[in-house]
């Protein structure tokens, strides 16, 4: 990421549904500390929507406890559905309401981007026997 995008008070708060399985929920912790190692001075933090811990509105304070400013929403889920849709508009919204001077950007899904074909086609392969 360039430094635009990459600011000291700007955060990403990567969302995911949420499972009551803990190992599940690993993925995008990981998943959260890579995007860390790609762009060290952005805050970055997790939340889930449901079933587990931090919440969306948790996450959101850790953002502005770390001095961010802006926060970017940024769903792993693969379809603008219900979640996307409406739920994670309302969360924004009650946040911006909440915390005057904080702009909450909401990031489009991972949806039908080029590479999920690639991505498919890769775990087709991983799992063809030998």
């Known amino acids: 990421m360039d430094d635009e995008t990459c600011t ?13 399985r803990d190992t599940a929920n ?5 998943l959260a500390a ?7 001075s952005e805050i970055i933090e997790c939340a889930y ?6 919440t969306i509105p948790q996450g959101m304070q850790a953002c502005i406890e770390r001095g961010a ?3 970017r929403m940024l769903p792993y ?4 559905g219900t979640h996307v849709s409406d739920d994670l508009t309302r969360f924004g919204r009650e946040f911006e309401q909440a915390c005057p001077g904080v702009d909450v950007q909401i990031c489009p899904p991972i949806g039908l981007h080029d590479k999920m074909l690639d991505i498919l086609l890769e775990r087709l392969q991983q799992s063809a026997k030998p």
């Open 8 to 20: 000291t008070d700007s955060a990403i708060l990567l969302i995911a549904h949420g499972s009551r």
């Open 26 to 30: 690993d993925d995008l912790r990981q």
């Open 34 to 40: 890579m995007l860390s190692q790609r762009c060290p």
């Open 49 to 54: 929507l449901e079933l587990a811990e931090p």
């Open 69 to 71: 400013k802006r926060v």
């Open 77 to 80: 889920f693969l379809s603008a």
